[in-house]
């Protein structure tokens, strides 16, 4: 048995033997043709498509990056130039895609060495990331907090958004101390890092000494996305008597306005460019931001810009011509400016507003000048504030009585043949009297023509019964057609009263209409009488003087404006070709007839010839050429904006002018208002029309 075990024992251990190096070789022999096989295919690779690989590791994308061009100029009507660009060296930065803030970091500790940057406002939060972003740091900071910070109860890692603003906060508890000079690179920091990808921004665009500028450009290899480039600013060569006309302009910090954002994106601006925010800068916009230049830049695989060109230079902004002379312009704020003194000095400003002054052209609409002073009744100082022509209201008096007559011609309540009416004051029940400035009885009857001379409250109050359709008997209830309003309304929008007027400034207002009815719904007759003679609603003073210049020019309401044209800029910065010219608009032909509107002409000739005692505007009499004019006064409140729940706010007095000059032959119509006075005085508004009178035909040589 022991020998048949032993042989079994060794047959079994020789074909192990032999059966073991088998499977290894097989093993082995697998491997090798594998290794074989890939080596093989990388020889393949190598040979076939190794020149397309290494391109692909080369590979650039190319892209286009907009730059922005100088703005458009703006001049006066004389070509001054009003409005121009200060060209400075600038420090800028364009930021690559995918660029870290470790990036970031280093290239301003670097910039640093070379260019003084002023500190600007950090946030704790921007003070935090400057810190955060230097190499290791932010590892360091993440060690050192508590594990609560990193992870959650569970024990589960919070997201890395999580943990960074876990470090962030975590620095702000430990407490943040720099030094001047470290806030200055964090200035830098914060400006590069909310760059948005290939935009470019100003890391230093004032006071670039030409040191600077050298060690910068001698270190660009050093500095990714630095450049040595330039950067405007809006300067005003003459003064900026009408800087609030002109409006303003944004900053790269501002970029969009939030309200224009997504309108300007899709028109293919960036969220940091500079725009026009309000008036004629925001209204011509698209004429003076120009067409922006275009540079190609080719991106690396490793995302950093490889190299430019610039492939389209851009065409700079067109300039803007103004219809306003600056010289004129500076008499009539002159104007304004002695007369407001002389108020101030009189003690009667103490609840005033300030004072206002335009002038018109009224066969074209093209204002001549616009002028304002905006006074704050608590402070007395006074600032400039053209643009309170267009966007401030006053309830303007008298001054409004032509278009109460043309609109009662219109309405057939009176004729040219038969306009002679009865002087009564009105008596109603429960209310004063409501008469005219001079004495009850001075006039028995008065036509229409006479009624403007001496300015008749009576007289309007009776047209306005007469439009509504109701008999006046005193002390009894007037009973006026519930229509009134809108029918007297109607006729004074035809005139430009109470609607915008078109004007191509941005930020127009229009007038203010009182309620029509009381709490309880019934008609508000009284207020209807007070319309009627321009004690009720309110309208601005560019309303006004187109009113007046529809008078002036024989019934036409053209829209007003204050470009009037547009030109290209040449290479060389200087004006090139007329691009387009401002044609005058009519808005409407006011339906009154000749015979009509030269009653109306009489009456406002005489407010200023006249010989009646009562004669409103006799301060005008002597201007040659003549003008024809309506002064206007006004009973009105000062409502303090710090106590608007006062129920008894002073009463005050406005005072107002509309007029037109040469009597027979109109190129200049004018509108002006002293409000919220303490004492009547109607000679304010005239005097200032006075001296603007006398300095427009003397700069248009028609004085004689």
């Known amino acids: 048995m022991k020998r048949?075990?032993?042989?079994?024992?060794?047959?079994?251990?020789?074909?192990?033997?032999?059966?073991?190096?088998f499977r290894l070789n097989l093993l082995f022999f697998i491997v090798f043709a594998l290794f074989a096989l890939l080596v093989g295919q990388l020889a393949y690779l190598q040979i076939v498509y190794g020149g397309k690989f290494a391109a692909e590791v080369e590979r650039t994308d190319k892209t286009v990056m907009q730059g922005n061009v100088p703005r458009g100029m703006i001049y006066d009507s004389k070509g001054r130039l009003l409005v121009g660009n200060s060209t400075e060296s600038a420090i800028t930065y364009t930021k690559s895609s995918g660029v870290k803030s470790s990036d970031i970091y280093q290239i301003v500790n670097r910039l640093t060495k070379?260019?003084?940057?002023?500190?600007?406002?950090?946030?704790?939060?921007?003070?935090?990331?400057?810190?955060?972003?230097?190499?290791?740091?932010?590892?360091?900071?993440?060690?050192?907090?508590?594990?609560?910070?990193?992870?959650?109860?569970?024990?589960?890692?919070?997201?890395?958004?999580?943990?960074?603003?876990?470090?962030?906060?975590?620095?702000?508890?430990?407490?943040?101390?720099?030094?001047?000079?470290?806030?200055?690179?964090?200035?830098?920091?914060?400006?590069?890092?909310?760059?948005?990808?290939?935009?470019?921004?100003?890391?230093?665009?004032?006071?670039?000494?030409?040191?600077?500028?050298?060690?910068?450009?001698?270190?660009?290899?050093?500095?990714?996305?630095?450049?040595?480039?330039?950067?405007?600013?809006?300067?005003?060569?003459?003064?900026?008597?009408?800087?609030?006309?002109?409006?303003?302009?944004?900053?790269?910090?501002?970029?969009?306005?939030?309200?224009?954002?997504?309108?300007?994106?899709?028109?293919?601006?960036?969220?940091n460019d500079r725009v026009g925010t309000s008036y004629l800068e925001k209204s011509y916009e698209s004429i003076l931001a120009g067409t922006k230049s275009q540079r190609q830049v080719e991106i690396g695989s490793n995302n950093q810009i490889k190299s430019s060109k610039q492939i389209y230079k851009g065409q700079k902004g067109g300039n803007l011509n103004l219809t306003i002379d600056s010289a004129f312009q500076k008499k009539v704020q002159s104007a304004l400016n002695t007369q407001f003194s002389s108020a101030k000095a009189a003690g009667i400003t103490q609840y005033s507003d300030g004072a206002y002054a335009v002038a018109m052209n009224p066969q074209t609409g093209a204002i001549l000048a616009m002028a304002g002073i905006r006074n704050n009744p608590k402070t007395g100082k006074t600032t400039e504030d053209s643009l309170g022509v267009i966007n401030r209201?006053?309830?303007?008096?008298?001054?409004?009585?032509?278009?109460?007559?043309?609109?009662?011609?219109?309405?057939?309540?009176?004729?040219?043949?038969?306009?002679?009416?009865?002087?009564?004051?009105?008596?109603?029940?429960?209310?004063?009297?409501?008469?005219?400035?001079?004495?009850?009885?001075?006039?028995?009857?008065?036509?229409?023509a006479k009624a403007l001379e001496v300015s008749s409250n009576e007289y309007m109050m009776a047209l306005a019964i007469r439009e509504g359709k109701a008999t006046y008997k005193?002390?009894?209830?007037?009973?006026?057609?519930?229509?009134?309003?809108?029918?007297?309304?109607?006729?004074?929008?035809?005139?430009?009263?109470?609607?915008?007027?078109?004007?191509?400034?941005?930020?127009?207002?229009?007038?203010?209409?009182?309620?029509?009815?009381?709490?309880?719904?019934?008609?508000?007759?009284?207020?209807?009488?007070?319309?009627?003679?321009?004690?009720?609603?309110?309208?601005?003073?560019?309303?006004?003087?187109?009113?007046?210049?529809?008078?002036?020019?024989?019934?036409?309401?053209?829209?007003?404006?204050?470009?009037?044209?547009?030109?290209k800029t040449q290479n060389d910065g200087k004006k090139g070709a007329v691009e387009s010219v401002t044609k005058p608009k009519v808005l409407n032909r006011v339906g009154f007839t000749n015979d009509e509107l030269k009653i109306v002409k009489t009456g406002m000739y005489n407010v200023v010839h006249g010989s009646d005692g009562w004669t409103t505007g006799t301060r005008l009499k002597d201007i040659t050429p003549s003008v024809s004019a309506k002064t206007g006064t006004a009973q009105s409140f000062y409502y303090d904006p710090d106590n608007p729940d006062n129920d008894d706010p002073p009463e005050t007095i406005t005072t107002s002018l509309v007029s037109y000059g040469p009597s027979d032959d109109p190129n200049i119509a004018l509108a002006i208002v002293f409000p919220n006075l303490t004492s009547e005085n109607g000679s304010y508004p005239q005097l200032v029309a006075h001296q603007i009178y006398e300095d427009y035909y003397k700069m248009t040589g028609q004085s004689k």
């Open 393 to 448: 209201t006053f309830v303007m008096g008298s001054a409004v009585k032509g278009a109460t007559v043309l609109g009662a011609f219109m309405d057939g309540v009176i004729t040219p043949e038969n306009n002679t009416l009865p002087d009564q004051p009105i008596y109603l029940p429960g209310t004063a009297v409501k008469k005219s400035v001079y004495p009850i009885g001075t006039f028995s009857s008065l036509s229409a």
């Open 4 to 21: 048949i075990l032993e042989i079994i024992r060794k047959r079994t251990g020789s074909q192990a033997k032999s059966t073991i190096p």
């Open 114 to 271: 070379y260019v003084n940057i002023k500190k600007g406002d950090l946030s704790e939060r921007d003070k935090a990331d400057y810190i955060l972003a230097a190499p290791g740091k932010s590892e360091k900071v993440s060690k050192q907090m508590p594990k609560s910070y990193r992870q959650d109860s569970d024990g589960n890692a919070y997201s890395s958004n999580k943990v960074y603003a876990n470090e962030v906060k975590y620095i702000q508890e430990q407490g943040i101390h720099l030094s001047n000079k470290e806030e200055a690179k964090a200035t830098a920091f914060k400006k590069m890092s909310s760059a948005y990808s290939l935009s470019t921004v100003f890391l230093k665009d004032k006071g670039l000494t030409s040191k600077e500028i050298a060690q910068v450009s001698e270190h660009l290899t050093e500095l990714p996305g630095i450049s040595v480039g330039t950067n405007w600013n809006r300067n005003y060569p003459e003064g900026k008597s009408i800087a609030s006309i002109i409006g303003g302009v944004s900053t790269e910090q501002q970029g969009i306005p939030d309200d224009e954002l997504n309108t300007m994106l899709a028109s293919g601006y960036s969220r």
């Open 474 to 567: 005193p002390y009894t209830a007037l009973h006026l057609d519930p229509g009134i309003f809108d029918t007297m309304r109607g006729y004074f929008k035809q005139f430009g009263l109470g609607v915008k007027t078109g004007i191509d400034i941005s930020g127009e207002t229009t007038g203010i209409e009182g309620s029509n009815r009381t709490s309880t719904g019934q008609l508000k007759t009284g207020s209807a009488l007070d319309l009627s003679y321009g004690n009720y609603d309110a309208y601005t003073l560019i309303e006004m003087v187109q009113y007046i210049s529809t008078i002036a020019n024989g019934g036409y309401r053209m829209q007003p404006y204050i470009v009037n044209s547009i030109q």
